[in-house]
């Protein structure tokens, strides 16, 4: 299967890349800056114009990830920001494809459960409406979908993806930090749902979508049992071999959270999403519960 990647530069597309590649798919990543030493075909292009990197689109499987890192401050400038970074190229990309004579055959659409912004402890499927807001979660997410959904590949698959658990990530490094730090209290109240996902289990999701047939439309990535931030970091603790420590209160997060650049609203709020178009299809997780999952990951580090 020859498999167009936009994104594929970022630490989750260069894992998905090398995974299609060692199965032997032909793997071409759409790159703005071209790096010697891939394993892979780069094609340059602009994300933002339809240009020669089109014809790589015909009767291929299209993955598209493209996106700037949403941890930032939730400043109107990066909202701004992290719209138009998947809005653009998500539409040049359907733009191109919309003028081949042989389209696409399969589109994977990366999104976020971010979409469902801040979600209590209400159960959420595939069924669940998108959240109003806040904007730079459930609003930068609305706008992805809608800028993929006039795409026309043979079928699409879109991705809402939970919290990625990977190595030499952001969001499991400053996680992992913090706990070492001594700093692995809850967060906030620690009430708040983290919906998760083992990289293992991403990489599998995707070749999923890409060779069932029967995926189409919302697919949530996430593992079956999402936890409590308060569970989140006792397992941190219980793996880094931390012993307990105060909580951070919801005003310390802010105050860090301004002095770090990013968004005290990633800790402070939650999403309890489950996978059902998965289970419902089959799929078995490598790793449904979190302990494993950390341990697999952070188990022989310091």
Same mark, same amino acid.
């Given at each position: ?57 015909? @009767?291929?499987?299209?993955?598209? %990830? ?19 970074? $998947? ?54 997410? $609305? ?9 026309? +590949? ?22 992992? @930090? ?28 995707? $070749? ?63 999403? $309890? ?12 997780? +490598? ?10 990951? %952070?188990?022989?580090?310091?």
């Amino acid at each position: 299967m020859k498999v167009v990647l936009a994104g594929g530069s970022g630490a989750l597309g260069r894992r998905i890349a090398a995974d299609l590649t060692t199965r032997g798919d032909e793997v071409v990543v759409l790159t703005r800056s071209v790096r010697p030493g891939w394993p892979y075909r780069q094609v340059f292009w602009d994300g933002a114009t339809v240009g020669s990197w089109a014809a790589e689109l015909a @009767g291929a499987a299209v993955v598209n %990830l493209a996106g700037e890192l949403v941890d930032r401050r939730p400043t109107a400038a990066n909202v701004e920001l992290l719209t138009r970074s $998947r809005v653009q190229p998500t539409r040049a990309l359907a733009c191109a494809a919309a003028g081949l004579d042989e389209p696409p055959t399969v589109w994977v659409q990366a999104s976020t459960l971010a979409i469902y912004g801040d979600g209590g402890d209400a159960v959420l499927d595939e069924n669940a409406p998108a959240a109003d807001g806040p904007a730079q979660m459930a609003g930068v997410a $609305r706008a992805w979908e809608q800028a993929a959904a006039e795409q026309p +590949a043979g079928r699409q698959v879109v991705l809402r993806t939970g919290v990625v658990l990977d190595r030499d990530t952001p969001a499991l490094d400053r996680l992992a @930090g913090l706990t070492r730090w001594g700093l692995g209290g809850r967060v906030g109240s620690g009430r708040q749902w983290v919906s998760w996902l083992h990289i293992a289990d991403l990489l599998a999701i995707v $070749r999923r979508s890409l060779d069932d047939v029967t995926m189409v439309g919302v697919v949530h990535a996430t593992s079956p049992h999402p936890v409590r931030n308060a569970e989140l970091m006792a397992a941190l603790r219980q793996v880094l071999h931390r012993p307990p420590v105060p909580p951070t209160p919801a005003p310390l997060v802010r105050l860090g959270a301004m002095l770090l650049r990013t968004d005290a609203a990633l800790a402070l709020t939650g999403r $309890r999403c489950i996978p059902s178009r998965l289970l419902d299809a089959g799929y078995t997780f +490598a790793y449904p519960h979190l302990v494993p999952a950390l341990q697999s990951l %952070l188990g022989n580090r310091p």
